[in-house]
């Protein structure tokens, strides 16, 4: 008696895991604002729908203030992972060493015009830490001019101070539910 059975053989797929890029601590942190604001959105339309012009309206401001806070932190974040210039340094052909900076500039792009800036090498960390964190330009001057990141509980006008719920957002480790204390002074505004 002839057997016939026959074995058909899967080809196995191959996951190439180890080329696969991990997101980085502020792309996890972008992806989980904007699913936290999704939620929200899906939630407040749900209840808006439901209880047509039953919200009172201080939980509405609440609400308003809590959305426009989230796009405020989006926004922030997504300048941290794009900087709005970048660092270029220069050095004088006798000394290449980073410890003997003797020139340090900040380039930019403005009206499809490159411009560059002058600085002191002297704030080459500080600058590099308000670039990581999402600093608009107009902030980086104003801490480039007062060598030190100033912040302001509320908005002075034509000054590139940063705002004061950036920095309580920062202390609490970028707490995804935290509400910063100073945030409803800003929220009538909007961030440059």
Known sequence: MMDTTTTTRRKRV??????????TPKERQ???LLANLGCSCARYAFQHATSKGKIPPEERKHLAEWH?????????????LEPVAQLKRVYYRSQLSPRSLKSLKLLWVEDDKQRVKRLDPELDELLSFTLNLGDTLKQIFHTIESKDRVFSRTPITGVGVVPLWVNEWEESDYEINFFPPSFPDWANIVDD
Do not use: P
């Open 30 to 32: 972008l992806i989980h």
């Open 14 to 23: 191959i996951t190439r895991t180890a080329e696969r890029r991990q997101a």
């Open 68 to 80: 426009f806070l989230r796009l405020q932190q989006i926004r922030r974040v997504e300048r941290g």
